[in-house]
């Protein structure tokens, strides 16, 4: 009865250096999003994987950040040479998406990533 | 373009009073609405969606909503504010014709409840 588990919980990286971030989703989940949060702020969409469809990319913010989803459970978001700006709490979320019933987000704890 | 607004950074009450954070949105076809909570240091919870019927969803901790689809507005209510509801909410969507189409949040409105 796990929800989502994000690891690690928190991180500090030196400006250019890679950082990989993970997300273990529900189980069966169909659906994963990754956002990310500023400090008290909204949420920025980065990516979103939905089955086998091709995940949408639009809101990662730069070449640098990347994401996979392996046989459609866990999810890996790698930010490469990281600068300060990428500082901020990186939220998984998953969701079961069917037809007529909605979907209902559940989220991760996030990671907080700081860079120095 | 499928879009999610939420015109009010903050809302101030007095605790006991009602409270209401503003929700419009611009979808194609019927939408799927969602409210979320943040309480401070705590990741998001789901309060409270709509998806077809009422109008009127009542979710957890006394919240209800209202769908209007004349008005696109999908504003969240409570009867009696408390002092724990201070916390950062967010109206999200999705278009309910498309499983492929990805959930859009609102900036969020920071909701602070005075004793």
């Known amino acids: 009865g796990a929800g989502v588990s994000q690891s690690p919980s928190n991180k500090v990286t030196e400006k250019g250096k890679d950082v990989e971030l993970r997300c273990d989703p529900i189980s069966g989940h169909t659906a994963l999003y990754w956002y990310r949060q500023s400090l008290g702020q909204g949420l920025e969409f980065l990516i979103y994987f939905q089955g086998n469809s091709a995940p949408d990319k639009s809101g990662l913010p730069s070449d640098r950040f990347s994401a996979e989803r392996t046989g459609g459970s866990v999810s890996t978001l790698t930010i490469q040479r990281t600068q300060q700006e990428d500082s901020a709490v990186y939220l998984c979320?998953?969701?079961?998406?069917?037809?007529?019933?909605?979907?209902?987000?559940?989220f991760g704890p996030g990671t907080r990533l700081l860079v120095l | 373009a499928q879009s999610v607004a939420q015109p009010e950074d903050q809302v101030n009450v007095a605790e006991g009073n009602p409270l209401t954070v503003k929700c419009t949105y611009s979808?194609?076809?019927?939408?799927?609405l969602f409210w979320y909570v943040q309480y401070p240091n705590r990741g998001l919870q789901f309060l409270l969606k709509y998806i077809t019927g009422d109008n009127l969803v009542k979710g957890s901790y006394g919240f209800e909503a209202e769908f209007n689809k004349s008005q696109t507005s999908f504003h969240l209510k409570k009867p009696s504010a408390l002092v724990s509801d201070s916390a950062l909410y967010f109206c999200a969507v999705r278009p309910g014709y498309s499983s492929a189409s990805k959930i859009i949040f609102g900036s969020g409105t920071r909701l602070s409840i005075r004793p």
């Open positions: 979320a998953s969701s079961l998406v069917s037809s007529g019933s909605g979907e209902t987000q559940y």
């Open positions: 979808v194609s076809g019927n939408p799927y």
